[in-house]
């Protein structure tokens, strides 16, 4: 099969996930190499090594400087498995990349995963259960978990999660065109080793903006203290809306040194209604995830409703044509505002699950 090949870090999760489905062999060139600390990251190594647990018979090579990675896929055998994921990148950051694998696995995946649960870079474990998961469920993957033992925060993490998915034959064709109404608003307002108030004045704050506009918003706080907080104080938010018709849209907000509650609480609550705003089914995080599946589905059509493309989104466009020939049809919504996405997917298969 022919190679696959790429300049630059960006995309690099997607990039390893597209080419370990594909069958295709990767080449990476030109890995930060204008930088003064040129090549590969700690966390990408970290990736690459999880990558390796999951897979059987996968070959990595890196040259001296970091700045080439070749990379032929093996085979995705699922199982059980312990990873940690440091402190430079979020848990997140590793379990949206190898999403898409674990359902095309050969045995079910159990996960156990240590590093930081929150941070100010990446979609946070509470985004990831309340809003990623369900986009699996689109998909006919249905049965994810994902449950936090222990809240990890910036800089020195010590979170802990178990996640799990189960296998698929194949994904199921997605008709994600009707966003609906925003119906309710839910959310967790956490806090680790620091007075369980500052959460309580998170929600205090963020209820204050959302129920002028909707009667049925719930926030509730989670609170850490000793091993299950982690090495690090702090607290955050995470809101979701979901919508008459089921659709979710989520938003996250880590409280930097220094920041007061009722300033999370009311920039959460802000985020949360420009994304309403934006409009579409899935949400800016979930956008990337939503058209890599749509491009792995049956080869029958598969639509999404977005508010507006993301640049990942973009490169999730390109890629998906790189290496599954898979083209989107791309219509705008005048009316609405929101942007209908439409494609055949390319019919990837998990031939190590029985037809029942």
Not at 124 to 140: E, Q, T, Y
Not at 240 to 268: F, I, N, Y
Not at 307 to 323: C, D, N, S, V
Request: charged share 20%; glycine share 12%; net charge positive.
């Amino acid at each position: 099969m022919s190679t696959m090949k790429f300049k630059g870090c960006n995309n690099f999760r997607q990039r390893l996930v597209c080419a370990t489905l594909s069958g295709r062999p990767l080449l990476i060139t030109h890995i930060r190499s204008e930088e003064e600390e040129p090549g590969l990251r700690d966390f990408e190594g970290g990736f690459l090594r999880l990558l390796e647990r999951l897979t059987n018979g996968c070959q990595v090579e890196i040259n001296e400087t970091g700045t080439v990675l070749r990379y032929v896929p093996g085979i995705i055998v699922g199982g059980r498995h312990e990873h940690d994921c440091g402190s430079a990148r979020s848990i997140s950051w590793f379990l949206e990349g190898i999403l898409p694998l674990a359902v095309f696995a050969k045995q079910p995946l159990h996960l156990s995963l240590s590093g930081l649960t929150n941070d100010s870079f990446d979609v946070s474990v509470d985004n990831v259960k309340a809003v990623i998961l369900p986009i699996l469920a689109f998909f006919g993957a249905e049965g994810a978990t994902l449950n936090v033992k222990k809240r990890g925060l910036p800089p020195s993490g010590g979170g802990h999660v178990e996640f799990s998915c189960p296998i698929v034959r194949e994904l199921r064709p997605c008709n994600l065109v009707d966003a609906g109404l925003i119906k309710r608003v839910r959310g967790v307002a956490y806090c680790a080793k620091i007075s369980p108030q500052f959460a309580n004045r998170v929600v205090t704050s963020a209820r204050g903006l959302l129920n002028r506009l909707l009667p049925d918003v719930y926030v509730h706080t989670d609170h850490y203290k000793g091993l299950a907080g982690g090495h690090s104080p702090g607290f955050g938010l995470t809101l979701v809306a979901e919508s008459t018709t089921g659709c979710l849209l989520a938003v996250d907000v880590h409280a930097k040194e220094g920041a007061l509650p009722e300033d999370v609480g009311e920039r959460g609550s802000a985020l949360l209604l420009e994304e309403v705003r934006r409009g579409g089914c899935v949400d800016s995080v979930g956008q990337a995830l939503v058209l890599l599946l749509m491009a792995l589905g049956p080869e029958d059509v598969s639509k999404v409703r977005i508010g507006q493309l993301t640049m990942h989104g973009i490169q999730t466009l390109r890629l998906a044509r790189e290496a599954f020939g898979v083209t989107f049809k791309i219509r705008a919504d005048t009316e609405t505002g929101t942007v209908l996405l439409s494609c055949l997917g390319s019919g990837v298969r998990n031939f190590s699950k029985k037809v029942t």
